[in-house]
Structures are given as C-alpha cells and as structure tokens.
C-alpha cells in the first residue's frame, strides 16, 4: 500500500439517482508507474481526472493519492495538495500575457520561493523542454506544441510525484504529438508518475503502457498492469 | 521578501500587464465619483445660496395711542418671551415718519405731514426657521396685546419661498436618486467587465496551487489604487471645473446671486466621495474574487 501512489476503491460520481458520470472505479497506481485512460467521448476521463486533482469531489468511494484521502479533502488544503500533483490541460492554461519565463515561474512564485531559486529551476525545467532559448518570448507566438510544451514545464516545476495529463495531444499535430509523449516518458523516467487520458489509439500504440479503458463511467478493460 | 512586499510587486506587476483594463477601471470609477459629486458640489452651492437669499422674517406691530414707557417695555417683554422672536426694538412715531421722509427724498412732491399721522411701533425680527404656520400662529397671539392695534407679518410670500424652496429640495433628491441608479449601472459594468477578462487568470493560479489570499491580496491593492486615483481624479477635475467655470459664472451672476465665488466639496464630502470610489472599487475586487475563485477550490 506504502508503494502506491493512486488507490482507488468504489469510485463513483452521480449527477442525478440514476445519472452517473463515474461508476464504481477501482485501480490502482504504483509510484513511478505511467499509464493512460482511455475511452471514447463521455467514458468518463476528464471527470476521473478532475476527482484525482480535486476540481470535483466523488459521490462516492475512496481516492488516496500518495496516501492523501482526496475524497474528504477539506477545501482549505486543495491548494496545497495541487501543489503535489501537477495537471497539464489540453488547452494549455497559459497566461497570455506572462512571458514564457513568468508562466513557468508562477508555480514557484506562489510557493514563495527566492529569485534565485525560481531562476535555477525555471532555466532547468526549460531546457529539459528544449524551450530555453524561448523563455521571454509570449505564449501567443509559439506554436501548439511549444505551448504544450510551456505547460508542461509549468506542471513539473514544482516536482510533483504525479502528473496528470487530460488530452495533452488533442490539439496537436501527430508529430508534436509524438515529440509531447516522448517528453512524458522522460519525466516518467525521472520517477514521477504519469497518468495520461488520451483516445489517440494510435499515440498508445507506439508508446505501449497500462491502459485503462472507460465505457459509460465504468472500467471494462485495464491491460497490461505492472 | 515579506509576503506584503510580494503582493505589492504582484500587484505593480498586475498594473503593467493590463494597463488598459486598470485605465478604464479608474475612469469608470471617476466618472461615477465625478457624477456623484457634480451633484454634490451643485446642492452645497445651492444650499450656500438659499442660505444667502433666506430672507429675514420680519414683523411690524403699531401701538395704540399714548402708551407710556412702562407699557412698552413690558409689552415688549411679552414679545420676546413668545417663540421665534430674536429681537424686538421699539421705534416711536417721529422716527417712522423720518424715515419714511428719507425713503421717499425727493420723489416726494412736498414735505409729509406730521408724525401725528403715524403710530408708534415695535419691530420684530424672527427666526430664519419659522414656518408660515409659526408665523400665523404667532400673529394671532400677539394680536390679542391690548396695547396692540395691528400687526403685520410677510407670511404669504414666506409660504410661497418655503414653498418653491421645497419643491427645489425634492427636484433634487430625485436627480440624487437617479444619479446614483446611473452610477449604480455603471459600476455593475465595471464590476462584469472585471470579472471577464481576469476569470481566467484566477482560474489558472488556483489550478497551480494558489492560495486565496495570494488571489485576493494583489485584488485588494488593485482596488484600493484605483479607487484612491478614481476618486482623487474625480475630485481634481471637479476642482479645475470649478475654477475655470463656475467663478466666471459667479463674477458674472454676482450682482443677482450675491456671491463671487462658488465653494468647493466639503471636508466631509471629499471623505464621502473617496470612500465610494474606493468600496466601489474594493467590491469590484471582491466580486471578481468570489465569482470566480470559489468555483476552482
């Protein structure tokens, strides 16, 4: 139990009695482990990803991330246990009017980290990205990939232990989409774990891991579980 | 760094990144401030004035025949006991017709005949405040002297200026109403067009782990800026408006109005005016906050 960074038993999120958006989830996720959900429109990604980051609270069931009961997180500690999990959006939440560099640094700005700190970071985490030369350029001016490739160093810099990512390829060509999930294996590499929720078959295909596949808010398919 | 310091540089930082939106915050506020105090400055001059042209309610009450001293001074006694007389003097017949004489000067075709023809009489001089009920009131009371044939009181044009006065009065109270409906709807807009163009920004920095109150500070000092230069700017302009304008206006209505120059806002209404332009701004500040922030908790 100690090993497992997500664990999650009885899942469910009910929007009326007889409307659910998510039904009796149950999986787990081991530390450094990489994995995607997956399913067709509605299954039910999104909404398992936002009751994983608590945007949205389960009607029901158990949710232990990194031994943190997320289910009876109470409101005033959602900031800091988003501090622990970083999210990257597949529209990319960037602020348009920060430069690439204050984008990135935001996380650490608001865990009150000294300059010289935040600059030490910000540089590494942009270059692990291959956007250092571009860190006082304005997000409007790079392209989709760099965009997503901004929010991701947004959501690492703060060294989460596990990183979600809803549709991060969804707006992306198949090459950038290519060059984004190799970027995600080497921050798996670096011991986070990942988990990605993605209909691109084909993007699982040439980056095989766990799947888990929703239909209808219920789990029907988890294959190739470490 | 003290958390204080970095919500200053947030908040100078916030400045430089929509300077529009902070410009047109500001000018909203000061429109609405400059509305509220156009009204405010107008009604304390109007006040000044009508406090100016308040007329002196006056009496004339005429003596019976050979009345002796005694008699006049404790009737004049009497007098003043009554509420709403200030001042009473006594003027005897030889002055009247003096008096008179000098009014007339030389539009008089011949010298007037002799004081026999006048009464003795006591003048009144009352209190700004009586109404014209008071003053019939009192009329009444004093008409039952014994030393008294007659008196007299300008009750009926005092009625018609209390009158148009009031009507003044409730002119003015309906434009307060519907300026600060107008205002009203223009802070309504300031406050929506706040909360649409940072809704995102709050909604991203929660998502990254903010805190509420690295959210909320930099919000406050935003409004409390724009709401101390909103105000303060309202206020410089109504002061230039007022040098420029309204002393021209004033030398040149002087002979009618009685006033050279106009006043300003009062200490008071300057306070008045800088607290609305900044709880205006403050809960711009703050709707933006809760409308936003507590759907990303």
Redesign the interface.
């Given at each position: 139990m100690a090993q497992k960074m997500v664990h999650i038993r009885g899942l469910g999120v009910r929007y009326s009695a007889s409307r659910y958006a998510l039904r009796n989830i149950n999986f787990d996720l081991d530390r450094g482990e990489f994995a995607y959900i997956t399913g067709s429109n509605g299954a039910g990604k999104t909404t398992l990803l936002k009751i994983l980051f608590a945007m949205e609270r389960a009607s029901e069931g158990n949710i232990l991330v990194n031994n943190r009961d997320v289910s009876e997180l109470p409101k005033n500690q959602v900031y800091q246990y988003r501090r622990e999990v970083g999210f990257v959006f597949q529209d990319f939440k960037l602020l348009p009017d920060l430069t690439i560099y204050d984008n990135v640094a935001l996380p650490l700005e608001i865990r009150k980290m000294t300059p010289g700190e935040v600059d030490h970071r910000v540089r590494g985490v942009l270059s692990l990205v291959g956007l250092g030369d571009r860190a006082h350029d304005f997000p409007q001016t790079l392209s989709g990939g760099e965009q997503q490739r901004v929010a991701i160093a947004r959501s690492i810099i703060g060294r989460p232990s596990l990183l979600l990512a809803d549709e991060p390829t969804g707006n992306l060509d198949s090459a950038t989409a290519r060059d984004i999930m190799s970027l995600f294996l080497e921050i798996n590499d670096m011991g986070t774990t990942v988990l990605i929720a993605t209909h691109d078959e084909g993007l699982m295909d040439e980056f095989p891991a766990r799947t888990i596949r929703l239909q209808g808010g219920q789990v029907v398919q988890d294959r190739g579980q470490a | 760094?003290s958390?204080r310091l970095?919500a200053i540089k947030?908040t100078w930082k916030n400045f430089k990144?929509?300077p529009l939106l902070h410009l047109a915050s500001i000018s909203t506020i000061s429109a609405s401030c400059l509305i509220l105090g156009g009204f405010l400055l107008c009604s304390r001059n109007f006040e000044n004035l009508a406090e100016k042209t308040n007329p002196n309610v006056t009496g004339t009450v005429y003596l019976r025949e050979n009345l002796s001293e005694g008699q006049i001074a404790e009737l004049k006694e009497r007098i003043l006991s009554q509420d709403n007389v200030m001042k009473v003097s006594f003027k005897p017949k030889k002055k009247v017709a003096d008096e008179l004489q000098i009014f007339l000067g030389s539009n008089a075709g011949e010298v007037l005949p002799g004081a026999e023809l006048f009464p003795d009489l006591i003048e009144l001089e009352l209190n700004k405040n009586t109404s014209a009920q008071d003053l019939i009131a009192l009329k009444t009371v004093i008409s039952r002297e014994p030393e008294i044939t007659e008196v007299d009181f300008s009750e009926d044009w005092l009625a018609q200026y209390k009158k148009v006065r009031g009507l003044l009065s409730g002119i003015g109270w309906t434009l307060m109403i519907a300026l600060v409906l107008g205002c009203s709807f223009i802070i309504a807009n300031f406050m929506g067009m706040r909360h649409q163009s940072r809704k995102?920004?709050i909604?991203?920095?929660?998502?990254?782990?903010?805190?509420?109150s690295?959210v909320l500070t930099p919000f406050i000092w935003e409004g409390l800026i724009e709401g101390i230069l909103g105000s303060g700017a309202a206020m410089a302009i109504l002061l230039i408006g007022k040098w420029l304008l309204g002393d021209l206006l004033a030398s040149q209505w002087n002979a009618i109005l009685g006033t050279s120059s106009w006043l300003f806002l009062s200490f008071g209404q300057m306070i008045l005016l800088g607290f609305i332009g900044i709880t205006t701004a403050l809960l711009g500040s703050f709707t933006v906050f809760l409308k936003t922030a507590e759907r990303?908790?």
């Open positions: - | 760094m958390t970095r947030r990144r929509h995102e920004e909604e991203i920095v929660q998502l990254i782990g903010a805190e509420r690295f990303f908790r």
